[in-house]
Each structure stands twice: as C-alpha cells, then as structure tokens.
C-alpha cells in the first residue's frame, strides 16, 4: 500500500479521537463538530472552479464522511476500525 494512504488513514483517525476530546472537553457539541464537516461537504461538492472527476470528488470527500460516521459511533460502545469506516464510507457513495 502506498505510504501516502497509510499516513492519512493514521491522520483520519487520529482526528476522529480528536474530535472526540473536544466533545469530552465540552469545546463544542457533536452537533456542532458535524455542522462544520458538513459545511466543508458542501463546499466541496459546490466547488464549480474545478472541474472533478465523480471519483476524485468522492476520493477528497472520504475523510469528511469518515470523520462524520466516527462521530456518529462516538455515542454507542462499539469501537470501529478504519476499515468498517471505510466500507461504511462505500455504501453510502
């Protein structure tokens, strides 16, 4: 596998947990961390500058989507993996 696609898995995830402090720390609601990814969903997806491929539009949304599931699992005690992210991710697109 590419060290690139490594390197943002650990990234992505590393997030997750980060954004799973902030709610701990009472910085911002899940609400709140879900309305900014969904913002930056639809800045992507409303971006006519730049001419994207459907697969390379999915390719740059998959971290937001990845992001916006982990905080949706965040509540329950199940822990994901980025894999079940991931293929969660897939039946969604």
């Known amino acids: 596998m590419n060290t690139a696609n490594l390197q943002l898995k650990g990234l992505i995830m590393a997030m997750a947990s980060l954004c799973d402090a902030i709610v701990e720390k009472e910085l911002l609601t899940r609400g709140e961390i879900d309305a900014a990814l969904s913002k930056a969903q639809r800045a992507i ?6 001419e ?5 539009r999915a390719a740059i949304l ?3 989507r990845v992001l916006q599931l982990a905080g949706e699992a965040a509540g329950g005690d199940e822990r994901l993996t980025f894999s079940d992210y991931a293929k969660r991710v897939g039946k969604l697109s």
């Open 45 to 50: 997806e409303e971006d006519d500058d730049h």
């Open 52 to 56: 994207l491929s459907g697969s390379n």
């Open 62 to 64: 998959f971290p937001i």
